[in-house]
């Protein structure tokens, strides 16, 4: 027997949408997840999805917006560079251990695989989002002296994101130890300041 579809508009409609998104992110993961599911989950039609995610990559990201605090990171103000950028990476991690790393996966590959070369340029030097978190750091280290600038081009304030993404990608995890040497090795040098000896 063919379900009935509801009729509903505006948020409700989009509240429904995302709900069902979201249970089948969990049950099935990413790659299981289907727009043709997902409408039905939520008794409506593909066509009604399409008209406001133009693809799945869009429709999941919207659901962990919702769902997920998928942009709620705190700006971590721990008195020290170093264990401040520990703490923005263990949030990241925290959200990443929530996410999957198949589902994390899925979506990099399908955003990098859809988006035009001049968008997905300008979304990896431009994210306001990493420099809202970055800046304030990076501003109270150069008042306590730990570091000599503040003004860093956005691809320098990116590297935190470009590191992560190409530690999970290839292993697939995001270890504590993994973290540590990224912030000593990496992040600290660049930004002028020497990392904890190994």
Do not use: C
């Amino acid at each position: 027997m063919a379900e009935k579809k509801i009729r509903r508009r505006g948020q409700a409609l989009v509240d429904a949408i995302l709900a069902a998104t979201w249970e089948q992110l969990q049950v099935k993961g990413y790659q299981a997840l289907t727009i043709e599911g997902v409408a039905r989950a939520a008794a409506t039609t593909k066509t009604v999805l399409y008209r406001r995610w133009p693809d799945k990559a869009h429709l999941v990201l919207a659901a962990l917006s919702k769902y997920d605090n998928f942009t709620g990171y705190v700006v971590p103000d721990t008195g020290a560079l170093r264990t401040d950028l520990l703490d923005l990476m263990g949030q990241i991690a925290a959200f990443l251990e929530k996410l999957k790393g198949e589902t994390f996966r899925g979506l990099l590959a399908e955003r990098l695989q859809h988006l035009e070369l001049d968008k997905l340029m300008s979304r990896a030097n431009g994210n306001a989002a990493i420099r809202g978190i970055m800046q304030p750091m990076l501003d109270r280290a150069a008042k306590r002296g730990e570091i000599t600038r503040t003004d860093w081009p956005d691809r320098v304030i990116n590297l935190v994101g470009i590191l992560l993404i190409n530690e999970v990608v290839s292993r697939q995890e995001l270890s504590q130890a993994a973290r540590n040497e990224m912030v000593d090795d990496i992040l600290l040098p660049v930004f002028g300041q020497q990392g904890n000896s190994h």
